[in-house]
C-alpha cells in the first residue's frame, strides 16, 4: 500500500526526458527516466501531447553532457570498460 509519506517521495524524484527524434517529425520519440537518467523506458507521443507530458511531470531535458554520460553507461554495460566503438 503507498502511504502518503511515499508518495509525497515519489513525486519529489526528478524525471528526465532525452528527446531522439527530429523536430520536424509527427511524433516525438524520447527517452523518460524517473530519479536515474540511465534507466529508462522509450516513449513516442504526438507533439501536443509531449508537451502536455513534460509539463505534467516537470521534466528536465537532459543536455548533451548528460546524454552522453548514460551513452557511455550503456556501453560500459554492453562491452565492458575495454571496447570503444
Known amino acids: 500500500?503507498?502511504?502518503?509519506?511515499?508518495?509525497?517521495?515519489?513525486?519529489t524524484f526528478t524525471r528526465y526526458v532525452r528527446v531522439?527524434?527530429?523536430?520536424e517529425?509527427?511524433?516525438?520519440e524520447f527517452d523518460f527516466?524517473?530519479?536515474?537518467?540511465?534507466?529508462?523506458?522509450?516513449?513516442a507521443l504526438p507533439k501536443t501531447a509531449f508537451e502536455l507530458f513534460c509539463k505534467h511531470?516537470?521534466?528536465?531535458?537532459?543536455d548533451?553532457?548528460?546524454a552522453?554520460?548514460?551513452d557511455d553507461d550503456a556501453q560500459k554495460w554492453r562491452f565492458g570498460d575495454t571496447r570503444k566503438i
Not at 500500500?1 to 513525486?11: H, P, S, Y
Not at 531522439?20 to 523536430?23: E, K, L, Y
Not at 517529425?25 to 516525438?28: G, L, Y
Not at 540511465?38 to 516513449?43: M, Q
Open 1 to 11: 500500500m503507498i502511504t502518503d509519506i511515499n508518495k509525497n517521495k515519489f513525486t
Open 20 to 23: 531522439r527524434s527530429a523536430p
Open 25 to 28: 517529425d509527427t511524433f516525438v
Open 33 to 43: 527516466a524517473i530519479e536515474y537518467p540511465e534507466l529508462y523506458v522509450e516513449l
Open 57 to 62: 511531470n516537470n521534466v528536465v531535458h537532459m
Open 64 to 66: 548533451k553532457d548528460m
Open 68 to 70: 552522453k554520460k548514460v
